[in-house]
């Protein structure tokens, strides 16, 4: 099965198979493309060189977890997050590493982790800090994942 991303940089749509391996270029530019197909759990990983076209390209609402290797918070979320993200397939859920990506953590002032931010239609419309139960997190989230996209 195969995904169409357009390139944020020249416009042109691009082809992705789940197969392809490492991070996709534009067949026309070669500069990466927002979004690869996402992994097994249904939960990426997303850098610097791609975070603001993944969140702002994406016509669903974006879970990003701010979090960190360290942190076993952060470690607890996660396996939350991949029931969530199982639950609410018409969200996309991604993870920030912020020792990876300082730039990013100070970009969304994240002073602390685990952090979870809610991006609609590429705006952020809500955050968490610390670690959340899964039925915290339908409550905090619930009212933006029920409207949809463009609502």
Request: proline share 11%; hydrophobic share 40%.
């Amino acid at each position: 099965m195969a995904e169409i991303v357009v390139c944020p940089f020249c416009g042109v749509k691009n082809r992705i198979r789940e197969e392809m391996r490492g991070a996709p270029l534009c067949g026309k530019c070669k500069k990466p493309l927002p979004s690869a197909p996402p992994p097994a759990t249904g939960i990426r990983s997303l850098g610097a060189e791609d975070f603001d076209s993944a969140i702002r390209l994406n016509p669903r609402p974006v879970l990003v977890d701010f979090w960190a290797a360290w942190c076993p918070p952060c470690r607890q979320v996660a396996e939350v997050l991949e029931r969530f993200a199982r639950s609410h397939p018409a969200l996309t859920v991604a993870k920030v590493d912020v020792d990876s990506e300082p730039g990013l953590a100070a970009q969304y002032q994240v002073f602390g982790v685990p952090t979870l931010v809610l991006f609609v239609q590429g705006r952020e419309v809500h955050r968490v800090s610390g670690a959340q139960a899964e039925a915290e997190l339908e409550a905090e989230f619930d009212p933006w994942l029920e409207q949809g996209p463009g609502s």
